[in-house]
């Protein structure tokens, strides 16, 4: 655990719990001979990788569409209770510190997804983009793997879902159009808070929600269909924003809403928690308490069905809170369908991408 006066600025975990898969951990001997975790707030660092593969089936009931992909592993976004910390682990590194500042990019990703469009056996249905990770995240700015994948998306009239934190995506606008035009596109824009302070200790790299929803206005009258995620929503800190937040998104063209309820599974409960007693710590037991009444007692909730929405009192509440905000602003609104009838194979033609 971190201390208070050690606060990072910037960062969203202030430490890398262990790994539960590596047996051995780095740490900083001190001069008194105790180990001390390492949490020195270094520079962002950018790792390559070449996968053979990219596009990953998604297996969940909990989530309606069957592909992700991710260019990106790990994310300078810093948002401190982001269920992709724990993929970070599975390459040896931390789901805390390490996840923001040790950064996988996947440099050949859209010659990839490429290949794996061109399987006789692929199954058309949306792409996630990025089911992980925010594929918009500071860096697409530099390498551009997002919109090299929206690309061959684009040339396969391919369906694809966008979510991101981060205005970036109106670069790519131009992509976007064309790809609505066959309808093969929704835009997802998350937006936790409009209370600046509390984004800035919550997701301290992100967009301001002012960003975003100007970011949902320009997608919206350029005619590109919009969801809007309130989420998570995180019971004791934030559920009081979701009418404010559900009119805000309407006010700026939204064609939809939806919300999640925090949960924070393995290495992402103890980071959350040493965030939030720094952070807030008037609000922590309140919080953390809510949180595990939304979860059958605990913290950590995998149970298909019900570990998006949550279940008890404080659940229920945050549901009706909800579905009357969304009925108020957006009763007549929905996102239009994708149109799967497009897609084409290249048959091993060269894209003239690479």
Not at 50 to 67: A, E, I, R, W
Not at 307 to 331: C, D, H, N
Request: aromatic content about 8%; hydrophobic content about 35%.
């Amino acid at each position: 655990m971190s201390k208070a006066e050690d606060y990072l600025k910037g960062r969203g975990a202030q430490y890398n719990p262990q790994n539960p898969y590596l047996k051995q951990e780095y740490v900083t001997a001190h001069v008194e001979g105790l180990d001390e975790p390492m949490r020195s707030n270094s520079k962002t660092e950018f790792l390559q990788e070449h996968p053979k593969k990219v596009v990953n089936k998604v297996d969940s009931p909990d989530v309606g569409l069957g592909y992700s992909l991710n260019p990106y592993q790990g994310c300078e976004h810093g948002c401190v209770y982001c269920y992709a910390r724990n993929t970070h682990q599975y390459w040896g590194y931390g789901a805390g510190l390490d996840f923001e500042r040790k950064i996988i990019v996947k440099e050949n990703a859209a010659e990839a997804l490429a290949r794996q469009l061109e399987s006789p056996s692929w199954q058309v249905m949306p792409i996630m983009l990025a089911g992980n990770t925010d594929c918009y995240q500071p860096i697409e700015s530099k390498k551009k793997l997002t919109r090299q994948v929206l690309e061959v998306l684009l040339q396969y009239r391919h369906p694809v879902s966008i979510i991101t934190k981060n205005s970036l995506i109106l670069r790519d606008l131009d992509l976007l159009q064309e790809l609505n035009k066959y309808d093969l596109v929704h835009t997802n824009i998350s937006i936790t808070t409009l209370n600046e302070g509390l984004r800035q200790k919550l997701e301290p790299r992100t967009a301001s929600a002012a960003k975003r929803l100007q970011v949902v206005r320009q997608l919206s009258e350029a005619g590109i269909p919009v969801n809007v995620m309130t989420a998570p929503i995180i019971p004791g800190l934030n559920d009081s924003e979701i009418p404010a937040l559900i009119k805000a998104a309407a006010d700026a063209g939204a064609s939809n809403a939806a919300y999640t309820i925090v949960r924070l599974n393995g290495s992402i409960g103890p980071i959350f928690e040493d965030w939030i007693r720094q952070a807030f710590p008037e609000k922590a037991e309140k919080v953390l308490s809510q949180i595990a009444d939304c979860h059958g007692g605990s913290l950590n909730d995998s149970r298909f069905g019900v570990r998006m929405g949550g279940e008890g009192k404080f659940a229920e509440l945050i549901s009706k809170l909800f579905r009357v905000s969304r009925q108020k602003y957006m009763a007549d609104r929905s996102m239009k369908p994708y149109n799967y009838s497009h897609f084409c194979q290249r048959k091993g033609k060269q894209l003239g991408l690479f």
